[in-house]
């Protein structure tokens, strides 16, 4: 079926920068791709960005361009999240999910949705 | 980006059937259902308009007409008391609804 397992909560200063991981097992890594989703504090959730297993292709989500960086390392199956110049704002649950997409070609065509989540990492950007 | 509008809160009593709506979006893809009970990660409910992944009951639903879409949750039971985000592909990336809260009265 499965599984992600992220990274422990994080503080951070403004201007910082965080970084996340989520290990997964349970699936084959490689045919899959990792999205990565964040919810602030009492609000929805958040599309952040998209990136396949082998983490050559990724797709940023509007709003992080410039700001956000999401690599793999397929010989420990782990997917990372490392979000720079931090903001109060940033203060949010990030998740990780299994994507059934694994190419960019994918989307929407043959898109199925994100069917197994990580548990979440709190992150708080405070001075 | 397009936007998806849900309505903020939705309510009913154990045995009903409630429909929660999903508007905009761009009327040609794909629009999936999300469940999150406070504090825990999201999990897929619907994916591609009104299909269930294995384990989901039979008692959630979805359908989809244009630009809109429906989650429907018949027998309606108070663990069903939760937040519901659809979500579809935009221009360049996945959207969220902003979420409805779903209240068992």
């Known amino acids: 079926q499965g599984q992600l397992v992220q990274s422990g909560a994080e503080v951070k200063k403004p201007g910082a920068s965080v970084k996340v991981s989520c290990k997964a097992s349970?699936?084959?890594?490689?045919?899959?791709?990792v999205t990565w989703v964040r919810q602030a504090p009492g609000q929805g959730l958040e599309w952040m960005g998209w990136?396949?297993?082998?983490?050559?292709?990724?797709i940023y989500g509007q709003g992080f361009q410039g700001r956000l960086s999401m690599t793999t390392d397929t010989s420990t199956t782990t997917a990372y999240m490392e979000l720079g110049s931090l903001r109060s704002d940033d203060t949010a649950v990030y998740f990780c999910?299994?994507?059934?997409?694994?190419?960019?070609?994918?989307?929407?065509?043959?898109?199925?949705?994100?069917?197994?989540w990580g548990q979440g990492t709190a992150v708080t950007v405070s001075s | 980006q397009s936007v998806l509008t849900q309505p903020p809160s939705a309510s009913g009593t154990p045995g009903q059937r409630i429909t929660i709506s999903c508007s905009g979006g761009?009327?040609?893809?794909?629009v999936y259902w999300y469940q999150q009970f406070p504090g825990t990660a999201p999990r897929l409910l619907i994916y591609r308009n009104n299909r269930r992944p294995s384990g989901v009951p039979e008692r959630f639903s979805g359908s989809r007409s244009g630009t809109s879409a429906s989650l429907a949750i018949s027998g309606l039971r108070s663990e069903d008391e939760a937040h519901y985000y659809c979500a579809a592909w935009g221009d360049s990336g996945v959207i969220f609804g902003g979420g409805t809260t779903l209240i068992v009265l």
């Open positions: 349970g699936y084959m890594f490689n045919s899959y791709g």
């Open positions: 761009s009327g040609s893809n794909h």
């Open positions: 990136i396949s297993a082998d983490g050559g292709d990724t």
């Open positions: 999910a299994r994507d059934s997409c694994h190419t960019p070609s994918c989307f929407p065509t043959y898109y199925f949705g994100m069917d197994v």
